[in-house]
């Protein structure tokens, strides 16, 4: 048990698939998972543990944005042993060829700033995904038969943004889609030495303005998480 994690020892697989929204965790558990247990419900993060083709997988709240992350991140490596993490969450869009219900999985995530801004202090540092957790994935998804976009992407401080200029220099450089979480992800992995994806449903596009209806949501983040669990166990 950590401060922020009230699962007992053993109850957290080595493998973790994390939404930000806790909600999305128990709906991808009873959805995907046999047997999910609840293993945490601290500050209305939930959790869970199940078996999914006979493999133990945590699903874990992540919360909103890179500090909260981070908090959950560092508990589940330090104190839980987790080896494999990988982000499924939403993301906006920022190429035309990038459309909605589209599955973005990232291989590098720039961002203005993150929680380890502070160590690396004058270093940009270059976070990127497990190559292969992306190479697994990508068969996933093409086995799947989703439209999947394989590269960099951009982890926001800020989801209500006014940088318009920003945006059009990302999308001048080739950046994907805009979220809120993966280039910590990916930098704590690097730290700690453990294998991390971050897979993306496109819900929304910067460029055009569209959003996903939300009676279309669930659908396409079935497709996602079964990319997620089929890389994790190729």
């Not at 919360?63 to 939403?90: A, H």
């Not at 990127?128 to 957790?133: F, T």
């Amino acid at each position: 048990m950590t401060i922020h994690i009230g699962a007992k020892p053993g109850e957290i697989a080595e493998t973790v698939l994390l939404p930000g929204d806790p909600y999305r965790a128990r709906w991808a558990a009873e959805t995907f998972l046999d047997d999910p247990e609840p293993v945490n419900k601290v500050r209305g993060m939930l959790g869970y543990t199940g078996t999914w083709n006979g493999q133990r997988v945590t699903i874990h709240g992540s919360g909103m944005g890179m500090p909260s992350l981070s908090i959950y991140v560092n508990e589940l490596i330090r104190d839980y042993g987790v080896k494999t993490l990988i982000r499924i969450g939403s993301a906006g869009g920022m190429q035309p060829q990038v459309g909605l219900r589209d599955v973005v999985i990232a291989m590098t995530a720039s961002a203005i700033s993150t929680p380890s801004r502070t160590i690396f202090r004058e270093l940009n540092f270059a976070p990127c995904a497990d190559w292969r957790l992306l190479q697994a994935a990508v068969k996933a998804a093409e086995a799947e038969n989703v439209t999947t976009h394989v590269g960099g992407i951009f982890s926001s401080d800020t989801f209500y943004d006014e940088r318009p200029d920003l945006n059009e220099q990302m999308t001048r450089h080739g950046i994907l889609a805009v979220e809120m979480e993966t280039a910590e992800l990916y930098t704590l992995a690097a730290r700690y030495g453990v294998r991390a994806l971050s897979i993306l449903t496109v819900s929304d596009h910067l460029q055009t303005g569209e959003e996903l209806p939300a009676q279309d949501r669930e659908k396409s983040f079935a497709d996602m998480v079964q990319i997620a669990l089929k890389a994790a166990f190729p």
